[in-house]
């Protein structure tokens, strides 16, 4: 751990305080700038525009992926013929590499070509494609469905799992009580629910704030970077643009949001255990 992740991140760390270019990458003339890097990065307007959109990226798709995950976990909860190899089947778009799933959702949102414009076509729901790739907003929608379509089947796993926990006692009992549906729900399974709840939300901020394959392979950030994310203006300015330490920074940016949401992950989960 030290070896592959710790000295990568410290000599990232150090880099990111330096001026190292493609210019001056082979005579290591490279000089310590200080926050240099830091202060050019939120001057930029790409950049703010970066950051803002992962937010708007990782809020929605925590919205979808834990509302929809949430209903498919109390629809499996219950038994009836078939549910172990359906839910199985729904894991398996969790279980793809996420470089296929680029390449498959990339193919079935083209605007002409693609499968998606040909069903709402054929149902009368749009007379014209709609531009999936093309304009910005479509493209944002379009990273937003394919990564929660990675992302619900985790959603399912982990609620299901915690749901399994609470004791049936407790149901039949608030039956006996009168209690109907709605009610066992919020007052039961909500509040049994809420370390699973909050280790579901907090691990899935993790992951999509620093989602970078599926973006790169279906958008690239575009178009006119309006898919851009923090993980590929960093990759951006590092691999494409040669400009080493200030694609350093950007990462250093992304890995201090992780951290404070870790930081408030930890900090929730032991205020839980004291109560």
Do not use: H
């Not at 270019?21 to 082979?26: A, C, E, G, H, L």
């Not at 990339?106 to 040909?118: A, P």
């Amino acid at each position: 751990m030290l070896a592959l992740v710790g000295y990568p991140m410290v000599y990232n760390i150090i880099l990111s305080l330096q001026d190292l270019t493609v210019m001056n990458f082979r005579d290591q003339s490279q000089q310590f700038i200080g926050l240099e890097n830091y202060r050019m990065l939120f001057g930029d307007p790409a950049f703010v525009q970066s950051m803002g959109q992962t937010f708007v990226f990782t809020i929605a798709c925590l919205i979808f992926q834990f509302t929809i995950g949430f209903f498919l976990a109390l629809f499996f909860s219950q038994k009836f013929p078939m549910s172990g190899p359906i839910r199985g089947a729904i894991i398996i778009g969790y279980m793809m590499p996420m470089s296929v799933t680029g390449l498959i959702w990339n193919n079935m949102m083209q605007t002409e070509t693609g499968i998606f414009n040909q069903i709402l076509s054929s149902i009368g729901l749009i007379s014209t494609p709609i531009p999936w790739l093309i304009d910005g907003t479509w493209a944002m929608v379009a990273v937003i469905i394919a990564n929660c379509w990675v992302g619900i089947p985790f959603n399912m796993l982990l609620l299901t799992a915690g749901m399994s926990n609470i004791p049936k006692e407790v149901y039949e009992s608030a039956s006996i009580d009168g209690a109907n549906y709605f009610q066992r729900l919020f007052l039961i399974t909500f509040p049994l629910l809420r370390s699973a709840i909050m280790a579901v939300l907090m691990l899935g901020f993790i992951y999509t704030f620093k989602i970078f394959d599926l973006i790169i392979i279906m958008t690239r950030g575009g178009p006119l970077n309006f898919t851009q994310v923090l993980s590929t203006f960093s990759y951006r300015l590092a691999f494409t643009e040669y400009r080493f330490s200030a694609g350093s920074a950007g990462a250093v940016i992304l890995f201090m949001c992780l951290m404070l949401i870790g930081a408030l992950y930890l900090w929730l989960i032991r205020k839980e255990e004291a109560n």
